[in-house]
């Protein structure tokens, strides 16, 4: 029979209590350490960041730029000739028209040279008449020669018919008779001679005529162009429109081919718009634009796309194809949102701060009913101005932060108050 020894279950009871009591004090130290991990999360208070749901749907692409009006014609006034400015008779803002005189200049060089010009022309005038009447003289001559000649031929043929008959009968000598015919033949030459000299003179005539001609017309061409330069001392404005710009003050000198003034027509504008280079590549010619002028939204299209890059940005020609509001003029700053595509039945959401198209960036995902954010990898397809295609990585229905998230850059949790 076994008797109970008392000191062995002392021990017994020892050794539970010890162990026990270890588990108790691990239990202890591991939900410090948990609790220590959640106090590692940083808070953000759920107001400070921006949250959007991602949806599936159509998708509108659309690309911004910013720019301004400009008139679609516009004409640069320059100077015609050299001259000093005398007057300027409109400033820029104001109404014109084609034949409004902006400007008055003086040169007396070029006032010397069209007076010049006028007495070579009365100097050439004088003598294309002078010409005229001596070769008119001269045909007159000529004409008179032939008349001579004619009649001195007609009588020395009618004396040769005359004594041919005579001769026969024995009146006349054979002699005077050949010498009748021999005459007759002299004068005949002569008379032939004499018309083709009238002849000859009637072409000589005709061109000595026209290389006076000739002459003349060179004067009466320098005169005009003189003539022409003076009237340009009075700029003019050539086109109906508004004065926008004058590069000139009174007293200055300006040489020929220099800027003077530039006007446009402001009831033509089109708009002007600098869209970045990375998002210009999907712009084509044709497509719908809204354009923004502040004071109203206009619909447009884009009518031409810089092919150069100018600091980073394209240029994209947008002509108006709606009516704008009232208060439009040149260079009003304005936006313009091209739109791209319509991309039916695809997941997106709200563009985040950062990210390029086709790429992979970390977005912190709403989890455990919104008290905390986790980071995931995403994957960006097609993008807009407000939106971006999500490939891959979300849901449709998932709430992801889209403000900028740098500053945690360092942590893979939010936890959101």
């Given at each position: 029979?076994?008797?109970?020894?008392?000191?062995?279950?002392?021990k017994?009871?020892?050794?539970?209590?010890?162990?026990?009591?270890?588990?108790?004090?691990?239990?202890?130290?591991?939900?410090?350490?948990?609790?220590?991990?959640?106090?590692?999360?940083p808070?953000?208070?759920?107001?400070?960041?921006?949250?959007?749901?991602?949806?599936?749907?159509?998708?509108?692409?659309?690309?911004r730029?910013?720019?301004?009006?400009?008139?679609?014609?516009?004409?640069?006034?320059?100077a015609?000739?050299?001259?000093?400015?005398?007057?300027?008779?409109?400033?820029?803002?104001?109404?014109v028209?084609?034949q409004?005189?902006?400007?008055?200049?003086?040169?007396?060089?070029l006032?010397?040279?069209?007076?010049e010009a006028?007495?070579?022309?009365?100097?050439a005038e004088?003598?294309?008449?002078?010409?005229?009447?001596?070769?008119?003289?001269q045909?007159?001559d000529?004409?008179?020669?032939?008349?001579?000649?004619?009649?001195?031929?007609?009588?020395?043929?009618?004396?040769a018919?005359?004594?041919r008959?005579?001769?026969?009968?024995?009146?006349?000598?054979?002699?005077q008779?050949k010498?009748?015919?021999?005459?007759?033949?002299?004068?005949?030459?002569?008379l032939?001679?004499?018309?083709?000299?009238?002849?000859?003179f009637?072409?000589l005539m005709?061109?000595?005529?026209?290389?006076?001609?000739?002459?003349?017309?060179?004067s009466?061409n320098?005169?005009?162009?003189?003539?022409?330069?003076?009237r340009?001392?009075?700029?003019?404005?050539?086109?109906?429109?508004?004065?926008?710009?004058?590069?000139?003050e009174?007293g200055?000198?300006?040489?020929?081919?220099?800027n003077?003034?530039r006007?446009?027509?402001?009831?033509e504008?089109q708009?002007?718009?600098?869209?970045?280079?990375?998002?210009?590549?999907?712009?084509q010619?044709?497509?719908?634009?809204?354009?923004?002028t502040?004071?109203?939204v206009?619909?447009?299209?884009?009518?031409?796309i810089?092919?150069?890059?100018?600091?980073?940005?394209?240029q994209v020609?947008?002509?108006?194809?709606g009516e704008?509001?009232?208060?439009a003029?040149?260079?009003l700053s304005?936006?313009?949102?091209?739109?791209?595509?319509?991309?039916?039945?695809?997941?997106?959401?709200?563009?985040p701060?950062y990210?390029?198209?086709?790429?992979?960036?970390?977005?912190f995902k709403?989890?455990d009913g919104?008290?905390?954010?986790?980071?995931?990898?995403v994957?960006?397809g097609?993008?807009?101005?407000?939106?971006?295609?999500?490939?891959?990585g979300?849901?449709?229905g998932?709430?992801?932060?889209?403000?900028?998230?740098?500053?945690?850059?360092?942590?893979?949790k939010?936890?959101?108050?």
């Amino acid at each position: 029979m076994d008797i109970p020894r008392p000191e062995l279950r002392r021990k017994k009871i020892i050794r539970q209590s010890l162990i026990g009591g270890g588990i108790l004090v691990l239990a202890v130290i591991l939900s410090a350490w948990i609790a220590t991990l959640e106090k590692a999360v940083p808070s953000v208070p759920r107001s400070s960041v921006w949250v959007d749901t991602v949806r599936q749907g159509e998708l509108l692409r659309q690309v911004r730029g910013t720019g301004t009006l400009v008139p679609r014609e516009i004409r640069w006034i320059v100077a015609q000739t050299d001259g000093r400015v005398e007057r300027i008779l409109v400033r820029p803002g104001a109404i014109v028209d084609e034949q409004t005189i902006l400007v008055e200049m003086s040169n007396n060089d070029l006032l010397q040279q069209r007076d010049e010009a006028r007495f070579a022309l009365e100097a050439a005038e004088a003598e294309f008449a002078d010409a005229k009447l001596q070769l008119k003289s001269q045909q007159l001559d000529k004409r008179a020669a032939v008349g001579v000649a004619r009649a001195e031929y007609e009588s020395a043929r009618l004396q040769a018919e005359a004594e041919r008959d005579l001769a026969k009968q024995g009146v006349v000598p054979e002699i005077q008779y050949k010498r009748s015919l021999l005459l007759e033949e002299q004068l005949k030459l002569r008379l032939d001679i004499e018309n083709e000299r009238l002849d000859q003179f009637a072409g000589l005539m005709e061109a000595q005529i026209s290389s006076q001609r000739s002459r003349l017309e060179l004067s009466q061409n320098a005169l005009a162009r003189r003539e022409e330069q003076v009237r340009t001392l009075e700029v003019r404005a050539g086109l109906g429109g508004v004065l926008q710009e004058l590069l000139i003050e009174v007293g200055q000198r300006v040489a020929i081919g220099a800027n003077i003034a530039r006007v446009a027509r402001p009831d033509e504008l089109q708009a002007e718009l600098r869209v970045p280079e990375t998002q210009a590549r999907d712009v084509q010619v044709g497509q719908q634009v809204a354009v923004d002028t502040r004071n109203g939204v206009v619909a447009g299209r884009v009518a031409r796309i810089d092919p150069a890059v100018q600091e980073g940005t394209v240029q994209v020609d947008v002509e108006i194809t709606g009516e704008l509001p009232r208060g439009a003029r040149p260079d009003l700053s304005v936006d313009g949102t091209i739109e791209i595509e319509r991309l039916d039945d695809v997941v997106y959401t709200g563009r985040p701060v950062y990210g390029q198209p086709d790429s992979t960036i970390g977005l912190f995902k709403l989890v455990d009913g919104g008290r905390y954010a986790l980071r995931v990898p995403v994957q960006i397809g097609r993008t807009s101005v407000n939106a971006v295609e999500i490939k891959q990585g979300l849901a449709p229905g998932d709430e992801v932060i889209l403000s900028d998230t740098t500053a945690w850059g360092d942590y893979d949790k939010l936890r959101l108050d």
